[in-house]
């Protein structure tokens, strides 16, 4: 990873503390991208009274030291192995410079923006400022332009490059929104609605399936997924958790996707009575909602919910709305753009002197279409959840290599260098290499299916904790296979894998069928606060960042996925293949085998 420390020159601090005049100084570009990525257009520019909130990133000079914490605070064989950061200690890692900060302060100060009107995160690594579109561009050197998105008819306000006075240029590592056009979208396939399909059978004395664990699972778990077929799938029946220990799990929402407690409470009702009538902690971030309207239920919160909190009872839950960045309306008065979802929820959580030991997110985009400054800095931040103790999972995309399509003469799979290349296209936060990355599988014996998203990070270097196991799988590949589709050298994804087809969920009130890794990620999730849950139990700290356990000794306790293949990109993909691979990761879970390794570990 490129996460540079900026700090160790002796005049640094001098410089902060000098009167400079920044409006004078010479700006020199920070960052640029060749144009919009594909799919969007460029129309009018942005009316100078437009609102931006802009946030800016301050270096983290001590984050290599945060970095090693993460790496032996969560190794199994480390003697430090689960001696988690506490809050303030995290803070102190990734805190900038005082000299940064004054120096920082002085140029905001120069465009009349004083300390009452910045908003700081917990670290003070994250500045966050409101100003309209003329200020920003004056402070930035850039114009800044509507765009519109031609499949989704959406417009933001962006540029597609900014400057600042060179003297901050070591002081700043990025400002937002700016140059970045993600689409974070939840990933789901198409809702089914139940009569589409076969209604779900929640048992059927008739007929049952050998599972992976050598046990039996209902016959009507190979269309219909149930919190028992899942359970029965990945040998957990016997587990009960305590509502009592400490242990939490976590799920987020964004993009204005609400969770419907009526459609839950049913759900329940259907699918695991004794949870009916159980409630959990919502929780709003930067604004987000609670609309329990049965038109605003979403596909995706439902899913995490329903699942997530039906596999888990009685163990408390929390779930985060975080508002979203709403598009830009020529038509309203002054609508404020600001930047994608996640800072805003790395800044409540990280700012929490407590957390959910497990947290899923069903959520990402093309990591291409995220600037390699931003990835580095949301990617940090989900190693800071690890350093703490959190098991951050996230799914792993629902269009295989790419865009899902087999054919060459079809696929649009360009890369936004300003070439145009087919390349494949890795999701992000999914290849940051401090999450765990879900897979998705389907059927009875499991195959890797067909969507679920794989293959290696542009961005971020292969971790030392999975150098042998993708090494092996590159090894197998016939010489040439995919040359310059993929960077050989990434951060393979996904890391894992679970059930993501059929998953019956009640929406509105009427029972349907959904599929994709969003059902995988929460399902992986809800295994792993059992560990945790198994863990606490017996006085033993959570497993935090599981990347470093899975490859090293977790893989002996999931079940290996050996058939299918994530086309896309006008090709079939990568395959499933024995070990690793970039479609269905190190395998499914079998509960037992991993919670006899939870307990055995310090």
């Not at 800016?56 to 970095?67: G, N, R, S, T, V």
């Not at 309209?132 to 332009?145: N, Q």
């Not at 499933?576 to 307990?599: C, Q, R």
Request: hydrophobic share 35%; charged share 15%.
């Amino acid at each position: 990873m490129r996460l540079i420390s900026l700090f160790g020159l002796p005049f640094v601090a001098a410089l902060a503390s000098a009167a400079v005049p920044f409006k004078g100084c010479q700006h020199k570009v920070k960052e640029s991208i060749h144009g919009p990525p594909r799919g969007w257009s460029r129309h009018n520019p942005a009316p100078k009274h437009h609102m931006l909130e802009l946030k800016i990133a301050l270096p983290q000079p001590k984050f290599p030291e945060l970095e090693q914490h993460l790496w032996e605070v969560s190794d199994p064989s480390h003697p430090r192995y689960g001696m988690h950061l506490s809050k303030e200690e995290t803070d102190a890692l990734t805190a900038p410079h005082p000299g940064t900060l004054d120096i920082v302060n002085e140029w905001l100060a120069s465009y009349g923006l004083a300390e009452e009107s910045l908003t700081r995160s917990s670290a003070n690594d994250w500045v966050t400022i409101r100003v309209p579109v003329g200020l920003a561009e004056e402070m930035l050197d850039t114009t800044y332009h509507v765009y519109k998105h031609a499949e989704t008819g959406e417009s933001i306000v962006r540029t597609t490059s900014y400057s600042l006075p060179e003297i901050l240029h070591n002081h700043v590592d990025l400002i937002q929104p700016t140059t970045m056009f993600a689409r974070f979208k939840a990933f789901k396939s198409t809702l089914l609605w139940a009569n589409q399909v076969e209604a779900p059978v929640l048992s059927t004395p008739s007929g049952t399936i050998t599972g992976p664990a050598g046990n039996q699972v209902n016959a009507s778990c190979n269309s219909t997924i149930t919190i028992s077929c899942l359970k029965q799938l990945y040998n957990a029946e016997a587990y009960n958790t305590s509502a009592t220990n400490g242990n939490e799990l976590g799920l987020t929402a964004y993009l204005g996707q609400y969770a419907n407690n009526m459609d839950l409470q049913q759900f329940f009702q259907l699918e695991n009575p004794s949870a009916y009538g159980s409630n959990y902690t919502f929780v709003s971030v930067n604004g987000g909602l609670n609309n329990q309207t049965y038109a605003a239920a979403g596909v995706e919160a439902n899913l995490d919910t329903q699942f997530g909190f039906g596999l888990t009872w009685p163990t408390p839950r929390t779930f985060y709305s975080t508002a979203g960045a709403p598009p830009f309306d020529p038509d309203m008065f002054s609508p404020t753009d600001t930047n994608e979802p996640y800072t805003y929820w790395l800044d409540y959580v990280l700012s929490q002197p407590l957390l959910p030991q497990t947290i899923s997110t069903s959520y990402g985009d093309d990591e291409q279409t995220v600037p390699f400054t931003y990835a580095s800095r949301v990617c940090a931040g989900m190693a800071i959840l690890g350093a703490r103790g959190v098991s951050v999972l996230f799914s792993s995309g629902d269009y295989g290599v790419g865009d899902g399509n087999p054919d060459p003469a079809t696929q649009v799979c360009y890369s936004n260098d300003g070439l145009n290349v087919t390349k494949f296209l890795p999701t992000f936060p999914a290849a940051c290499p401090f999450v765990t990355a879900v897979g998705a599988t389907v059927n009875i014996p499991e195959t890797a299916i067909f969507f679920s998203g794989g293959g290696f990070s542009d961005y971020f270097v292969r971790p030392a904790y999975q150098e042998v196991a993708v090494s092996e799988y590159l090894a197998k590949l016939a010489p040439g296979t995919y040359e310059g589709l993929y960077t050989s050298y990434g951060r393979g994804f996904p890391d894992v894998s679970a059930q993501g087809m059929n998953f019956s969920i009640v929406y509105q009130g009427e029972t349907a069928l959904v599929g994709g890794t969003s059902c995988s990620s929460p399902t992986f999730a809800s295994f792993v606060s059992m560990l945790n849950d198994a863990r606490i139990n017996v006085g033993k700290t959570p497993l935090g960042f599981l990347n470093p356990f899975l490859y090293s000794t977790g893989y002996t306790a999931l079940n290996d996925i050996t058939v299918g293949n994530n086309p896309g990109c006008g090709t079939e993909g990568f395959n499933a293949t024995v070990g690793w691979d970039p479609i269905s990761g190190l395998g499914t879970p079998n509960f037992e085998k991993l919670l006899a390794l939870a307990l055995s570990m310090a």
